[in-house]
């Protein structure tokens, strides 16, 4: 399926002030979650994007950049253990390398670009679709960092903030990623694509405009669809060391954010260990393919030797012929953030509805753990609800699913039907759920998707996009198509005066012969 003929049905939205939002007819009141501390602290030191390095860690020199930026919700609510209950019976065995099983891509080179996310996420989502028996992949990381910053189809999808390139950086590629703009541009629908389709480009600067046919045109084909992006951790400790295997081990290899710093990395045994790194350090995304619970400390300088022996197995994308074939040995007690990872499956024809194609940016709440959302759409041909796509903030969260057509109104004027689909996830991220009874609607008819969510512990469980400064600032809204709840009756729409956030909330949907 074109990428251009999706379907979807796509506004954005505009930050509104939601912290103490007076209730008009309605008696409750909106908050808005706070934004990420190192979000924060990113904004305050003027938006760095890539961090060159002297050599990059090589012995021949040259310049290395890498391109993690922060986003901006809050996070750090997240910590293992995850998977509890199927850990308590796991005993994992004290090597474990995905190599070994061929369950790994080849290593690729982001070359000059701030491109290490786009690497990142396609090395996690290859080798999981590979693990799962799906198949072969090789897909563009070109596209993936192009449509972050370039508007999809005319500004149907819209682009992540770019900030201003200074002299010798590209104006679109080193603008920087993390996981949650990869997890935005593959959930809309703009890709993945083939590598052949859209070819990642020689390392090189090119002048502008660049040549015809070096940039992506929107008509690559999609070839596979991101399904879920689970979140282990938003700092690693002790305890997140088994949720990390357990992923590692089912389903393949985990994102991480890092701090990378030449003096910590020894060239001759392709060795780092850096305990000092903060995550308002992190400036890297490379991806855990593995571990060795007995690796020696001899194997680390002797000037910066951890205590005990211990190294994840970490696949970089500075090429195979950087570091041990593309890959290094991060100690045990090297700080780690962020861990992520990717799972997709081969593209269908689900047409998507949404109206968040820059996705999960902050989160709100209603003073409680637990709040209703909703998004109202319109179906184009007869359609069948086949899946609904969300957010989930914690670990543990619950969900009630209920698609109602014939909506005239807010949610609750539609046909309410079977009883909620239910269900819970153990990694927070992003996920798609396949509906049980599908739900039909008529051609040109309006249906609402209506998601109850539980976030144990966690007071703001409804995933938005927002208008945040630096990310998000394309971001507009349209009144009559979110709307919050604290009860599934009593609706509030965000957007009254076009000015609200979105809910992060998609319809998938196939068409009616």
């Known amino acids: ?130 693990k799962a028996g799906t198949g072969v992949f090789d897909l563009s990381e070109w596209d993936l960092a192009y449509f972050a910053y370039v508007p999809f189809n005319h500004s149907l999808l819209t682009a992540f903030t770019p900030g201003p390139a200074q002299y010798g950086e590209d104006p679109i590629f080193d603008q920087g990623g993390n996981d949650w703009m990869s997890t935005a541009i593959l959930a809309r629908g703009t890709g993945a694509v083939n590598e052949k389709a859209c070819p990642y480009q020689p390392g090189y600067y090119r002048p502008e405009p660049r040549p015809a046919g070096d940039l992506p045109n929107g008509k690559e084909e999609t070839s596979v669809q991101l399904k879920r992006a689970l979140y282990l951790f938003n700092s690693d400790s002790p305890s997140n060391a088994a949720d990390l295997k357990y992923a590692i081990t089912h389903f393949g290899p985990a994102v991480i954010s890092m701090d990378w710093e030449d003096q910590y990395f020894d060239v001759d045994q392709n060795t780092y260990r850096d305990t000092v790194a ?38 970089n994308s500075w090429s195979r012929y950087w570091g041990h074939g593309g890959y290094f040995y991060l100690s045990y007690d090297s700080p780690m953030f962020d861990g992520t990872v990717f799972l997709g499956a081969q593209e269908t024809s689900h047409r998507i509805h949404q109206y968040d194609p820059l996705g999960w940016c902050d989160s709100i709440g209603l003073g409680t753990d637990t709040a209703t959302c909703a998004n109202v759409f319109q179906a184009g041909d007869e359609e069948k609800i086949t899946a609904v796509s969300f957010y989930a903030g914690t670990a543990g969260t619950s969900y009630e699913i209920d698609v109602r057509p014939g909506i005239t109104g807010d949610p609750g004027t539609g046909f309410i039907g079977l009883a909620p689909q239910q269900g819970s996830f153990r990694a927070p991220g992003y996920h798609t759920v396949r509906m049980a009874n599908p739900v039909t609607v008529a051609k040109g008819g309006s249906f609402a998707v209506v998601v109850k969510l539980t976030t144990p512990g966690y007071v703001y469980p409804v995933p938005v996009q927002d208008l945040i400064e630096g990310y998000s600032e394309s971001s507009v809204s349209e009144h009559g198509r979110s709307f919050v709840s604290p009860d599934g009756v009593t609706w509030r729409d965000l957007s009254p005066d076009c000015t609200g956030p979105i809910v992060c909330v998609k319809a998938l949907a196939e068409t009616v012969d």
């Not at 308002?280 to 002797?302: A, S, Y």
């Open 1 to 130: 399926m074109s990428r251009k003929s999706m379907g979807g049905r796509l506004l954005a939205s505009a930050l509104l002030m939601l912290a103490g939002w007076p209730a008009r007819s309605q008696n409750f009141v909106i908050r808005k979650a706070p934004l990420s501390p190192r979000y924060q602290t990113w904004l305050a030191k003027g938006k760095p994007r890539g961090v060159p390095g002297a050599g990059g860690g090589t012995k021949e020199g040259g310049q290395r950049i890498r391109g993690f930026i922060p986003a901006p919700m809050d996070l750090s609510h997240v910590h293992g253990p995850i998977f509890s209950a199927d850990l308590a019976d796991t005993v994992f065995p004290a090597f474990y390398d995905l190599r070994a099983t061929g369950m790994v891509t080849p290593v690729k080179d982001q070359g000059q670009y701030g491109t290490c996310w786009t690497f990142a996420c396609t090395g996690s989502l290859e080798s999981s679709l590979l």
């Open 278 to 315: 903060t995550e308002f350090d992190l400036n890297h995304e490379v991806c855990i393919v593995g571990w060795n619970d007995h690796f020696e400390t001899c194997r680390f300088p002797k000037s910066n030797r951890p205590a005990h022996p211990g190294a994840w197995i970490v696949r």
